[in-house]
Structures are given as C-alpha cells and as structure tokens.
C-alpha cells in the first residue's frame, strides 16, 4: 500500500528556518511526482512546490521562490522542503502528496497525501 509521511514542522520565530521531510513508500512506478502543499485557517490549500522523483524538475509557487527549496534523496523515496526565512503568511499545515503522473502544481494529480505537519510562523 502507498504510505506518504510528512514530518519536520514546529514553531520558528520570523526569519527563521525549518527543514521538512517527505518519506513515501509503496509506489511501484519508477517515476512520480511528489508535492508540498499547504493549508493556512480559514484558507484553501494551496500548492508549494513539487518536484519529478527521475526528471529532477521543481516547481515553485511565486511566493516562496529564492525561500524553499525541494529536492530529493539518492534512494528516490525521501523528499526535503528546506525553508528559509520564512513568514508568518507561511504558517499552516502542510502535507505532502504523490501522484503516477507529471509535476505539475495541481492538487488533481496528487493520489496520495500524509497526514500533514503543522508550521507555525510567529513573534
């Protein structure tokens, strides 16, 4: 069965760092997408970034280009989001997601979704 488990968040001041990981097994491809989204309350989710676990493309929405940056592990079943000088507009749940099909940031091509790590940006 696909597991996607998304760990790393917390509370970080402004400016701050925070670096999450994305462990996904189960999925026989030898080629899928994996993305970042993310939920802030009262807000729709939204996507981040999301990457080609063979191509090695990235994507990033417009708001954390030059902040995040995704990539991946040699064994192609762990995905990072380092995240640096991050926001209080950053703050929500986020959840990472894979998909049998091309990267693209759209939640219709993401399958399968963990269970979410909270990060909280605040003063």
């Known amino acids: 069965q696909v597991q996607v488990v998304e760990s790393g968040g917390g509370l970080v001041r402004p400016g701050g760092s925070l670096r999450l990981s994305c462990v996904v097994s189960g999925l026989t491809l030898d080629d899928y997408a994996v993305g970042w989204f993310r939920q802030a309350p009262g807000k729709e989710r939204e996507a981040v970034s999301c990457?080609?676990?063979?191509?090695?493309?990235?994507y990033y929405t417009n708001s954390v280009k030059g902040r995040f940056t995704i990539s991946r592990d040699d064994a192609k079943n762990t995905v990072w989001l380092q995240m640096n000088n991050l926001k209080p507009d950053d703050t929500g749940i986020y959840y990472c997601?894979?998909?049998?099909?091309?990267?693209?940031?759209?939640?219709?091509?993401?399958?399968?979704w963990g269970q979410g790590t909270q990060v909280t940006v605040s003063s």
């Open positions: 990457l080609s676990t063979k191509r090695g493309t990235t």
């Open positions: 997601a894979a998909g049998e099909g091309l990267a693209v940031l759209l939640e219709d091509v993401y399958q399968h």
